[in-house]
């Protein structure tokens, strides 16, 4: 475990709208959490069945939080918890939370944005609704499950600064502009923990090729904001957490939307190659 000075990390944060945290989380932590997760990463969640919920070149764990204590844990880190504190200038609550696999693709990948913005679920609509609220200060951490070598994070260093004064969540049209301030979490070993201010602007670096990338994120926004995702935990772990996860974990408080993403059925349906034949052996007997 390294030893973390939070006014110094305080100070980067401020200065380039992210710091490295890599150490606050144990190489023991992290492979207890890959082997809780392992067999759920590699099935469609349903019914009883747990798993991930797929969405573009992605699967997201379902439930993620009721894996294991060594989860909830990393989310309630009290390091992590003291900075983003003190960042937010009020208490912090985990407002978003998943860990998830990327797949290399060519035809999926993600914009510049920000995420200081409320989300919201229609339930009429069936369709997440954004928000942006450049008063919105709060953190993201991202941390590596697996080792990384393409299609690791990237950041616009400072930008944290400007952004708050675009109405809008997304950037791509800006990217020339920003273009020499860009950070990439490439070539970087599982365990790397980077946490930013979430309106400083990034993306998942497109990639088509390599590896998978596992990772865990979490977003703590300031209690002036709305509570978030709902939390859904094991009550095998109910007992043994204290009073500040409780708060961190929203105890009491009505969830403000859905956990993202929702999925589609798409996994359950037979490739589409199966299905012609399936159609060609049907057709031949009632010929
Ligand atoms: O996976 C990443 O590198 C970034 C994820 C992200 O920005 C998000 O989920 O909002
Ligand atoms: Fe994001």
Redesign the pocket.
Known sequence: MIKINPVEILNLISEDGYADLTGIISEDQVEIINEKIKFAMEQPHSNGQRGYVKQGCQRYLADTLSYGKEIIDVYTNPTLIEIAEKYAEDLVHLS?Y?I?S?YPSEDFK?WW?L?NKIDTYDFEKKTFIQQVVPDDKGL?F?MYLTDVVDG???LVKGSHKWSRKHDQESFDHMEDEFMDDIVTFNNCPKGTFVVYDYATI????PYNGGQV?T?M?GQLSPSRMPAGEPILLNVRDLNHLTKKQKQVLNFGNEPTTLNWPIGTLEEFLPPVKEEVSFIKKLRRLFQ
Not at 202 to 205: C, L, P, T
Request: glycine content about 6%.
């Open positions: 978003n998943r998830y990327t993600m944005h995420d993201i991202l690791g994070v990237q990034h993306r998942a670096k990338r990772s994120f």
